[in-house]
């Protein structure tokens, strides 16, 4: 169905004035007939001349996989099958939940020819979403008439995780590093395999691994050389919980912590270990049992899509039972969660105590920039003092907090957002390289 457009509501009004002028102008309302005709003949002509929907298709390519907090770039193609030229504008029906850079897609296909639209998407959740209809609008050849139509389009698609490709990633942090603070040695403990060689004890070597009888023999100190176990169990535990909801930097807390665990994924698979997955918050949301292979990051990204944090306390003490009975072999268990004070850390050690020590817990978590911020802005009036010290004291049960599990032997990594998945990864590799795990 046509719409008049702006330029024929304007060529309305300038006929519509000469019937006004009658009683005035002698001849005006035979002029102003006459041209009325002629613009309904120009309407007609018009009408007759402009493209069909038959004539015209349009269709949507998505990317395989849209991910959040990065432009995700979405294709319209137009198909003019008709022998005129048409311009338009196109509008696609985008997510509600997805943020577009543009809405209106000019247009403009020849006869017989085929255009593409590019514009971009950012999600900034994960889960299922669906794109809708693809309408466009066209004008007439002279541009008396607007033309509008729909074609189906809808399509379900899914958001996955931000997924990071950590052994390009890795090494152009490792080549800043090394330009920065120029070549370290890290020491390698040797503390588990099968028994390999024995060689001349180095300054730095653990003293645990010094063969007594053969210092004895050679008359030398001697320690003992192990082939590395390599694969190593690597299980990632969320908090799904009220914690890991609020935002920072753009992304919840837990969309940061679920990037940083699939980078962690990456360099674990990598480095040939099994990783492992668990959600929870009130109960276990889900469990993936630790295995090997660039299958298992495929089934951690699938299964992190659809993982959002919910308003309920997490329950540490069934989080850990439920891990001490699925998961036997020692494993580096890395909990991501938040801890804003002592009380929460309570049920937290608690659960720390059944892991150690059998298996080794790190904790992650996230710093809150507002808060820290807090504690230096410019203080104006009563209600900034107040807000500087409550800041203040929320940090400084934090540490404490943080201060205890470190004394109970848990690993911390505590970051800001933008640094958390370095920091997670680089930690990790220490332990490794120091066979802690």
């Not at 000019?106 to 999600?123: F, H, I, K, N, Q």
């Not at 004890?201 to 063969?211: H, L, N, S």
């Not at 908090?239 to 990456?266: T, W």
């Amino acid at each position: 169905m046509p719409f008049p457009t702006q330029r024929l509501a304007l060529l309305v009004a300038v006929a519509g004035l000469l019937p006004l002028a009658a009683g005035r102008v002698p001849g005006a309302l035979p002029a102003g007939l006459a041209l009325d005709a002629a613009l309904v003949a120009l309407v007609i002509v018009d009408a007759l001349r402009s493209v069909r929907r038959h004539n015209l298709a349009a269709f949507r390519a998505l990317p395989t996989r849209l991910c959040t907090g990065q432009p995700n770039r979405v294709t319209l193609r137009i198909e003019n099958r008709s022998r005129r030229a048409v311009r338009g504008v196109a509008v696609d029906d985008c997510p509600i939940d997805l943020a577009t850079d543009r809405e209106l897609l000019p247009w403009e296909a020849g006869a017989g020819t085929r255009v593409s639209l590019r514009y971009t998407v950012t999600a900034s959740g994960r889960g299922e979403f669906a794109f809708g209809d693809v309408h466009l609008r066209w004008l007439s050849p002279w541009g008396l008439l607007s033309w509008q139509a729909k074609w189906p389009g809808a399509t379900p698609v899914r958001v996955y995780p931000r997924y990071v490709d950590f052994s390009r990633y890795h090494l152009e942090y490792r080549s800043t590093l090394l330009r920065e603070a120029g070549p370290q040695r890290i020491r390698s403990v040797v503390r588990g395999g099968e028994f390999e060689s024995l060689r001349d004890y180095v300054p730095g070597d653990d003293t645990r691994q010094i063969d007594w009888k053969a210092t004895a023999r050679h008359q030398r100190l001697t320690v003992r050389n192990h082939d590395e176990e390599r694969s190593k169990s690597v299980l990632l535990v969320l908090d799904a919980g009220r914690m890991m909801s609020p935002v920072s930097g753009g992304l919840s807390k837990l969309d940061h912590a679920i990037n940083a665990a699939l980078m962690l994924c990456s360099a674990a698979i990598t480095k040939g270990d099994r990783v492992g997955l668990m959600v929870f918050d009130e109960a276990v949301r889900l469990y993936l049992p630790p295995r090997t292979g660039v299958a298992q990051s495929r089934r951690v990204v699938d299964a992190l899509c659809d993982v959002h944090a919910e308003l309920i306390e997490p329950d540490y003490g069934a989080a850990f039972a439920y891990l001490s009975r699925r998961s036997r072999r020692r494993s580096l268990t890395v909990l991501f969660t938040d801890l804003v004070d002592s009380a929460a850390s309570e049920a937290l050690l608690a659960g720390v105590a059944s892991l150690r020590p059998h298996h080794l817990p790190m904790l992650v978590s996230i710093r809150d920039q507002s808060l820290e911020r807090a504690t230096t802005d410019p203080v104006v009036d009563a209600a900034g003092v107040y807000r500087r010290a409550v800041a203040e004291e929320v940090l400084e049960d934090r540490e404490r907090a943080l201060a205890r599990l470190r004394a109970r032997g848990v690993v911390v990594v505590d970051s800001a957002p933008e640094q958390l998945s370095v920091m997670t990864v680089n930690k990790y590799l220490l332990l490794k390289a120091e066979n802690r795990l």
